[in-house]
Every structure is written in C-alpha cells, then in structure tokens.
C-alpha cells in the first residue's frame, strides 16, 4: 500500500504498534524513505491493566523504540475494544498532555488535537465503511458524516469532487492481494465484530 500510494504522489501517515509480531524496522524504515510519515499507535494503558503509574514509561519506552528507526512526530491510541481502558485517557489528564508535546516532543495525538467538526472520516474498521457500526473507541464527531453500503458507494464518492478536508484511515492487513490471507483477514473481522456486539451488550447493561 506504501509503494503504491508513493507510486500515485500520495504522502500518508503509517502508525506503528510495538508489538513484537508487527513491529518490522526494516519495513518501518522503508515506508519512511518512501516520503510517508511515520506515528506510533500506543495501547500503553491497556499493556498495564490501566496502572497509570506504570503507562506512561511504557509509553516512553515504546515511542524511544520506534524513534530509534525513524522520527516519530503524531500518535494514535490502538482501540483494544476487548479491554476495558481507553488509551487516550493517559493523555486527557493535563500534565501529561504537557509532557507529551513539551518533553517528548510529540505534536499531538490524532483523536484528541484535531477538530474533526469540519472534515470527512472515512474508515474501514470492523470491514465496513461506516464510522460507528463497529466502532467502539475510534468514531469522531463530525458534522459531515458519510456512511457507505459498500466500496462501489466509496469509490463513486472518491471519484466525483469529494469534500475537500478528508480522512481515509485504513487498516492494510485488510488489503491483501493473497487469497488465504484475505480470507483469514475477513475471519478474523467476523469473529472481532460479533465479540464487539457482545462486549458493547454487556458493558451498556
């Protein structure tokens, strides 16, 4: 998705977790030379059972992790719908919002310092193209919200003079071009979305 985006003179923001299994440095550093910004997507409150005390050097330590290949500027919270704990909640507490943006040199987290009020998001989380069906901690406020039935709805959108001020957040393990791995993908959807409805069901009780 990097190369074909760089290919098309498009320049994308790529966050990264730190887990072991997708941390990449060598892909991580690759994505970077391609003209793409790199972020880090950190699930530190979730990672410490909501220990506040210990989250924010986990943070630290995972964001000096990712900077050791490539600069690191924005952050994203990883959703973790499973876990009880809302990421950004580490960052709705003033002083560690300071410490944030002065310390750690960090621009902002992208669902807390951008007002969304005057922009389109379009994402594709929980396999679909509305930004609340499967949403649990990743849905914005916005007064131009677009819900569509399917990619042919999307395309037509994206193909005929959109809203100028746009978000297309995308997951790219969702767009392979491998048969198995696509069908695992849309198993692996299936199987999050019905354990979401559940959560959702017993959390609102």
């Not at 943070?59 to 973790?80: A, D, W």
């Not at 999307?154 to 969702?174: D, G, M």
Request: charged residues 25%; contains cysteine.
């Amino acid at each position: 998705m990097a190369k074909l985006e760089s290919e098309m003179g498009i320049h994308s923001t790529f966050y990264f977790r730190t887990k072991p299994h997708v941390f990449k440095p060598e892909v991580i550093a690759e994505i970077s030379r391609l003209g793409h910004e790199i972020g880090y997507h950190y699930e530190s409150l979730s990672d410490t059972n909501g220990d506040m005390s210990r989250t924010l050097e986990d943070f630290k330590r995972n964001l000096r992790k990712l900077r050791k290949v490539v600069p690191v500027q924005t952050i994203s919270m990883h959703g973790r719908p499973l876990r009880p704990y809302d990421n950004r909640d580490i960052w709705r507490d003033p002083l560690n919002h300071e410490h944030l943006v002065e310390e750690m040199a960090v621009l902002g987290e992208v669902y807390l310092d951008i007002d969304y009020r005057d922009i389109v998001y379009i994402t594709d989380t929980g396999r679909n193209w509305s930004p609340v069906r499967s949403n649990i901690r990743g849905y914005i406020e916005s007064s131009r919200k677009l819900d569509f039935k399917n990619g042919l709805e999307l395309y037509q959108y994206l193909n005929s003079n959109p809203y100028p001020c746009l978000i297309f957040q995308v997951h790219p393990e969702r767009w392979t071009e491998s048969l198995p791995d696509y069908f695992l993908s849309v198993c692996v959807d299936a199987i999050a979305n019905s354990t979401k409805k559940a959560v959702n069901f017993v959390r609102n009780k």
